[in-house]
């Protein structure tokens, strides 16, 4: 695999902050900063198809059903999502 250096500017404590956590991890600090960008590139990734999630997609077909039932005045649709939740541990 080829490597390209690249320049990025950050303060000297945020430097000295990484530079303990690679010590602390035994490794250097560009492969501390290359894992910790492949994380926040996952966790970016997970989060921009979080609507093709179905856990997700059961929610929403939840909540629609929900709209469409008789409610009353003092139906609170933010508890019945909660109640939903907390009975499916999601």
């Known amino acids: 695999m080829s490597r390209t250096k690249v320049m990025v500017s950050m303060s000297d404590d945020f430097l000295n902050e990484i ?5 602390e991890e035994n490794r ?3 492969e501390l900063l290359r894992e910790a960008v492949r994380l926040y590139l996952k966790v970016k990734k997970s989060h921009t ?3 093709q999630n179905p856990v997700v997609q ?3 077909a ?3 059903m929900l709209a469409q039932q008789d409610t009353s005045v003092d139906w609170d649709s933010t508890a019945e ?3 939903w939740r907390d009975r499916n541990e999601i």
Do not use: C, H, L, P
């Open 81 to 83: 999502i909660r109640k």
């Open 58 to 60: 059961k929610a929403i």
């Open 28 to 30: 250097s600090r560009s």
């Open 49 to 51: 198809t979080r609507g």
């Open 62 to 64: 939840i909540q629609d």
């Open 19 to 23: 530079d303990e956590v690679a010590k």
